[in-house]
């Protein structure tokens, strides 16, 4: 059994793959708790604009080059993000944010609708000293989502 990497590169159970902490080790540390809040859960199509999807506060457990971590945000399935002209990631766009969020706007994409991926910029890092926050347009669905989690997530690495 194998899984993919986020550069399609396969990785599976054995024992070097082990050693170096890549298999199956879908969550090597916790993220501190992060609530995404959403401006207006009216839907999409009642709307026809993009509510605001605000993830904040944001700590890293860790210390990390961001140029060598790509991350991504998943919304459910069925939500879709916005990126275009309604990205903010500056810490001095959201109280008690103390950090930007280390990322290249130009290498910013979206991911099958619902996830957006980031790389950071070459020479920027993560701090677990620093409080991040960013936020994206987000066309809410016209039902909660039943085919899959109803959950938003952040996965850095």
Known sequence: VTTMTFDLDPIDGTPAEEARK???SVFQQPL??????????????????PATLT???????????AHQLAYQFLAPAGFDLVVDGLLRYRAAE??????DLPLDP?????????????????????????????SVGVRVPRETPRSSSNVFLLQIG
């Open 22 to 24: 890549t298999a199956y």
């Open 94 to 99: 959201f109280p008690g944010a103390t950090a």
């Open 32 to 49: 501190s708790s992060f609530s995404p809040a959403i401006s207006n859960m009216l839907p999409f199509m009642a709307t026809a604009a």
């Open 106 to 134: 130009a290498a910013v994409a979206l991911v099958g609708g619902n996830a957006v991926r980031f790389v950071g910029p070459a020479g920027s890092a993560w701090s677990r000293a620093a409080t991040y926050a960013f």
């Open 55 to 65: 993830v904040q506060p944001l700590v890293v457990p860790f210390d990390a080059p």
